[in-house]
């Protein structure tokens, strides 16, 4: 490692040179940009995001340039002449991967994977061991961490979290007891409280014949988890302390190896891992390579192909190249796409994008074809910003130093691609369309026509077969006229040829001839792929054929197999789509980490499935979608069942299951269907409304709230229950409406839409009042209490809460009114009655324990913790805040534990923590951005900048709460945003006073 120069993993750092040679702030900044994004020109917008957090002088762009030339004088003076490139781009500096630590780990974690891949594990724990002594702290842990870097920092961060799991697997299975040991004391310092990490620490000291160090391990972790949570060991842990007291070891290699666990559901204060959190996934970054395959008899469109490939692998490093290739169906755009795909590759080695934007029908939303795109240049998804905007900026960046090709299938307007063009760079962009999209600006347009002669008789020949058909006859001649050259048409007739035998050329033509019947064989627009999708259909036995009239009803987006077996057994509805699928009318779109597929059907194919068959089947096939819904509709309340929480909202169904159980759910199966299903039930909605099922629509958009909620899935939230309201709407049900209003007021309060929120859930509370839904009104009450309580309106807030309560006794519904009290213990506590207060939230914990219901017990504990605060007992709300993230961690509620994490970092702060209050609210900050709860990211923000001032951080302040202003901003709360701003002013003062 002595070629290393520069290091980010860690403070930022010169290697091998004496002393701090740069110590201005910026400069420093601006050399860390570079370095986050080495070899890749880096935008000036994207340096001034991370030099003024966006909100740069207008002076900017001259600033940069003075602060570039102060970085390259000195680089030059320590020693280190690394260029700092300069372009329209942007800025790029010119690092080896030995000469950045940060490069360097993740070659050697790739390397590293590879060799565990291929079983050679102990030269893998060499090579991983070496990228793991790499890391000196938290990247770039000594400078001001701006938005613009999240991303980038997180993504290392994931990965040196991969690396530290796959190191200590290792080390245990190859003997390495010592080095495991290192692992887990490391692991221990980030997850005190998680028993299984202290057990297997005991037994790896045991094993490394550290026998008094095991026993001093195990005391203190039973100190630990006694003095921070009041529990004691559990059995694993306590078995380990056993051995160490006897000195015995665990068996060796692998102590890691859990006794079996019993099946008891775990306390309110032992809380395992929940079935909610989602797994840490470490795969070597690869460039993606997506193109679908290539047509083997592509024909034709040389001169096009030409004129693409000069378009595209230009070099101009600024202007990217972006070519639509625009005509009606039939002409074989995506074909000449992908061709083209096929034969640049090599001028595309950062990887090349394929994107059905289905503009046929379904226009795919922007915003999650951006999602899409930046999964593929293996960002994590926790990564990706929630605001659309943001994800389109963080694209740009990505491309701007990077030769990637993207093909954009099926486009409907320009609007619809215009969010996922790169802004500069080598990268291009292939668009196909039905339309020229003449506005997509800097655009060059191929318009696709029919074929020349020579090119329709050529495809001709080559789809047939030369044995079947002479190009140059008189019936090919026919046909090739009756096909107006078009090529789809001529595909579907050369297939046709070469299929049956007993179809001579003569009598093909001959067909053609009546203009009558020609629309049966060929034709342009939707009609021509209704022609080859009959041709298909035909093909299908009645059981496939039944399946593919199910599909063009139901599947409005992608599907799963098993969504469509409660018509059909598993086997026959693999069977069928396995036929589907040869026959092209099926594809398989994805397939995820468990070789589950998902399918989708072209949306013109959709159409031609739900217009074939006679009366009947088409009634059947209306039936069978029906059933469909049904089997989802139970299948997700059976799910709702198992589920630890009560969910706090009316439900659509309360009575028994409508259809048969089979089994029930386990709380951790019905977590995994959710998640595995999930893709599914948007489309499902959909296509329940397009069929006139609205009480399907809605109840199935309802009954998957608790799940939503807890997953914080505010986009499905939000499409789900907007088609659920009309649904609900069209079919004339009050009570579905009013839940449907209450839910999309409850998204609006999460997100501070404030307007919003107030619309829908005052009707809900109005509907509800009407169809005589008490446990509706005193929730839609308790909505209401929260808005007025947090637009600064106390007093009217207590009211709606306070009737909330009376409407929760009458219905006896303990979970809502623990939860109502607690809002009313809210207020008062702010009000500085902490007598009062504590008595409302002490009825709340009662209600929340007698029912065993630990996350509503959490909740009460945040809240019992605000109470010891204000009373000055910041001990005991540091214990009550613990228990609570405990809880919240182990179901994977990442909203709640992110609000609790805010809380925690103030309260440590107040006790003098200042180390573990930043974790904290850094992690709240990081959290609350990702799921874009603004409320949440400004309180951490707000309470970080003063964690600042108080350590003399000034800069840090400074900016912080300046995010925090802006956070608040947004969120519509204008009296923390002022908070924030007098802090800063008063800091300015005091500052040019000194």
């Keep these: ?231 004691e060991p559990g059995p694993e842990l306590e078995a380990a302390g056993a051995r160490a007291e006897n000195g015995r070891s665990a068996n060796w290699p692998n102590p890691g190896i859990p006794s079996a666990r019993t099946t008891q559901r775990p306390g309110p204060d032992v809380v395992q891992p929940g079935p909610m959190a989602a797994p840490e996934l470490m795969v070597p970054p690869r460039p993606p390579s997506q193109l679908p395959l290539d047509l083997p008899d592509f024909s034709g469109r040389q001169e096009e192909l030409e004129q693409l490939r000069d378009l595209v692998c230009g070099r101009d490093p600024v202007r990217p190249p972006i070519a639509v290739i625009s005509g009606a169906p039939g002409t074989g755009k995506t074909s000449l796409a992908v061709r083209l795909g096929h034969q640049v590759r090599d001028f595309f080695p950062n990887g090349q994008i394929y994107l059905d934007m289905h503009g046929a029908i379904q226009p795919r939303d922007p915003a999650a074809a951006l999602t899409d795109l930046l999964l593929s240049f293996n960002l994590p998804d926790y990564a990706i910003p929630t605001d659309p905007e943001r994800r389109s900026a963080m694209l740009r960046s990505e491309l701007a130093s990077r030769r990637v090709l993207i093909i954009l299938d099926d486009v409907a307007t320009a609007s619809q691609v215009t969010p996922l063009m790169p802004g500069t760079g080598a990268s291009a962009v292939v668009v196909t369309s039905r339309n020229r999209l003449m506005d997509l600006s800097g655009a060059d347009s191929l318009p696709l026509d029919t074929f020349d002669d020579a090119d329709a008789a050529a495809l001709l020949e080559q789809v047939a077969g030369a044995a079947r058909i002479d190009r140059t006859s008189a019936a090919a001649e026919e046909i090739l006229s009756a096909c107006g050259n078009l090529p789809l048409a001529i595909r579907i007739v050369g297939s046709r040829l070469a299929q049956r035998p007993d179809l ?258 005052d009707t ?86 007698r029912r065993a219901d630990s996350h509503r017990e959490a909740k009460v504990r945040r809240r019992v913790a605000a109470l010891r605060a204000a009373q000055g007992r910041y001990d005991q709300a540091v214990r009550q805040l613990r228990t609570a993230l405990a809880i919240f961690n182990g179901m994977g509620d990442d909203h709640c534990a992110a609000y609790t994490r805010a809380d925690l970092g103030q309260t440590l702060m107040e006790r003098g923590e200042v180390a573990a209050a930043r974790k904290m609210l850094l992690d709240s900050i990081d959290i609350g951005h990702r799921l874009g709860d603004r409320s949440v990211e400004g309180q951490a923000a707000q309470h970080l900048g003063q964690l600042y001032l108080s350590t003399g951080n000034l800069d840090s302040a400074r900016r912080t709460l300046d995010r925090a202003a802006r956070v608040w901003q947004q969120a519509g709360n204008d009296v923390r945003a002022a908070e924030c701003r007098r802090a800063v002013a008063a800091f300015d003062t005091t500052t040019a006073a000194g």
């Design 1 to 231: 490692m002595d070629s290393l120069r520069y290091g980010i993993l860690g403070p930022l750092r010169l290697v091998h040179v004496q002393g701090q040679p740069l110590r201005a702030a910026k400069p420093r900044q601006l050399l860390a940009t570079l370095l986050l994004h080495p070899n890749r020109f880096v935008s000036t917008d994207l340096i001034a995001d991370a030099l003024w957090e966006n909100n740069p002088p207008r002076s900017a762009t001259a600033n940069i340039r003075t602060y570039v030339r102060a970085l390259r004088g000195v680089l030059q003076d320590a020693g280190l002449p690394a260029p700092i490139d300069t372009s329209a781009a942007g800025y790029s500096i010119e690092v080896g991967v030995d000469e950045l630590d940060a490069s360097l780990f993740e070659s050697l974690l790739a390397e590293g994977g590879h060799l565990r891949d291929a079983g050679d594990g102990r030269q893998a724990m060499q090579v991983l061991s070496r990228a793991y002594s790499l890391w000196r702290g938290r990247p770039l842990e000594d400078l001001t961490i701006p938005a613009a870097w999240e991303g980038s920092l997180a993504r290392l961060e994931a990965q040196h979290r991969g690396l530290v799991d796959m190191l200590l697997d290792l080390r245990l299975e190859h003997g390495d007891a010592s080095g495991a040991a290192v692992l887990l004391s490391a692991r221990l310092t980030e997850d005190p409280y998680d028993e299984q990490l202290w057990r297997r620490l005991v037994d790896a000291l045991l094993a490394a014949g550290r026998v008094g160090e095991a026993r001093a391990v195990y005391a203190k972790a039973v100190q630990t988890l006694a003095d921070e949570l009041d529990i």
């Design 504 to 761: 001579s050329p003569g009598e093909l033509a001959r067909r053609l001839r009546d203009e009558t019947s020609r629309l049966d064989e060929l034709s342009i627009g939707e009609l021509a792929v209704r022609t080859s999708a009959d041709l298909s259909y035909d093909a299908l036995s009645p059981e496939e054929a039944r399946l593919y009239r199910l599909i063009g009803h139901f599947a409005v987006g992608v599907f799963s197999a098993r969504a469509l077996e409660a018509v059909a057994s598993p086997a026959a509805v693999r069977r069928s789509l396995d036929r589907l699928i040869e026959v092209n009318l099926v594809r398989i779109s994805s397939v995820d980490h468990r070789g589950t597929a998902r399918y989708r059907v072209h949306d013109l194919l959709r159409l031609h499935a739900i217009g074939v068959g006679d009366e009947e089947q088409k009634a059947q096939a209306v039936r069978d979608v029906t059933t469909v819904l049904d089997a989802i509709l139970n299948k997700m309340r059976r799910a709702n069942a198992a589920l630890a929480f009560e969910y706090f909202g009316v439900l659509e169904h309360t009575g028994p299951l409508t259809g048969p159980d089979p089994s029930p759910f386990t709380e951790t199966d019905a977590i995994a269907w959710f998640d595995s299903e999930r893709s599914t039930f948007v489309p499902a909605i959909r296509a329940a409304a397009q069929n006139g099922l609205h009480d399907h629509a809605w109840r199935i958009a309802s009954a998957w709230a608790p799940y939503l909620d807890m997953r914080a899935g505010f986009e499905d939230w939000n499409s789900s229950h907007q088609q659920g309201l009309l649904s609900a709407v069209a079919c004339g049900d009050r009570r579905g409406e009013a839940i449907m209003h209450r839910n999309l007021g409850q998204l609006a309060l999460y997100q501070d839409d404030w307007d919003t929120a107030w619309r829908h859930l």
């Design 764 to 849: 809900a509370a109005r509907l509800s009042a009407e169809v005589g839904e008490r446990l509706g009104e005193g929730i839609a009450a308790v909505g209401l209490g929260t808005w007025l309580r947090e637009r600064g309106k106390p007093e009217e807030g207590l009211r709606q809460y306070e009737k909330a309560v009376e409407a929760f006794v009458q219905v006896g519904n303990a979970n809502a009114e623990a939860l109502a009290r607690t809002a009313i213990a809210n207020v008062w506590l702010s009000r500085g009655d902490t007598v009062t207060a504590g008595r409302y939230l002490a009825e709340a914990f009662l209600l929340a324990v």
